[in-house]
């Protein structure tokens, strides 16, 4: 009977020890996090976040933004071929997204694999019903995009607030059909994915004192050190931004 009591304190012992130890930090309880929501992660979910809050702008369901590595790379070797001529006249003197030189939106057009049609156009009723004129119960994917430049000066996030509103103003996201009411090509659900990819690189400015100058001859005052003087930064540095929305359908 002794050896039995002997054995159960000590099993006892036992038991408190490991309870003491659990309760001492040496194990922890796994905490819940929240579930993150595919297709949302990066820049391009901030830019949603402004165009839906602070424009007030309401997105439907089947709109939505994700980064995409695909882009961020067919950006960062579309200008790659940048030079300073590129990015003129507004670059210099405007600070907002301005347009690039057709070469370099050439290069991206390929590269993205674009299909013609414009970012304000793609969820339009009538290109959509255009796009299900087709014999099979499948339709490629539509790409759309656009590319600007701006001045690395530029905050990140007032760069964030120009790409929002220049979507909310020009893009028409909110109004993208999900499907059409004549249906005489078929009866498809279309979808669309945003994406915002940007890319800062300095731009060789040799031999171009004294162009901007002939270009806005007659400047004076905030501007004096461009006219007659060329450019003061000898590599200036400009942030390239590229917007690209692709379509998706499926057949209902």
Known sequence: MKLKKIVSL????????SMLAGCNGNTTPNTPTDPVEPGVAGVSAEVKT??????????????SFADSAELNSDLQSSVEFAGVMDVLPDYVYADQLTSVAGD????????????????????????????ENVSSYQIDDAVAF????????????????MIAEEIASNYGVQDYKYSIENT????YN???????STYTKA???????????????GWTGTHGSIVGGGVSAANPS???????????????
């Open 238 to 252: 400009v942030t390239f931004v590229a917007v690209q929305v692709v379509r998706t359908s499926t057949h209902q």
């Open 184 to 187: 005489n090509g078929g009866n």
């Open 104 to 131: 370099i939106e050439n290069r991206l057009y390929t590269a993205v694999g674009a299909t013609g049609v414009d970012v304000n156009e793609i969820g339009d009723s009538d290109v959509l019903e255009a796009a």
């Open 146 to 161: 656009e590319v600007y430049a701006v001045s690395s000066a530029i905050g990140e996030n007032a760069l964030k607030q």
């Open 10 to 17: 000590a099993l006892a012992g036992v038991m408190a020890v």
């Open 190 to 196: 279309h979808e669309y994915t945003v994406s915002v």
């Open 203 to 217: 731009v060789n400015s040799t031999g171009v004192s004294g162009v901007v100058g002939d270009i806005h001859s």
């Open 50 to 63: 402004l165009v839906e809050t602070e424009l007030d702008k309401k997105l439907p369901a089947y709109v």
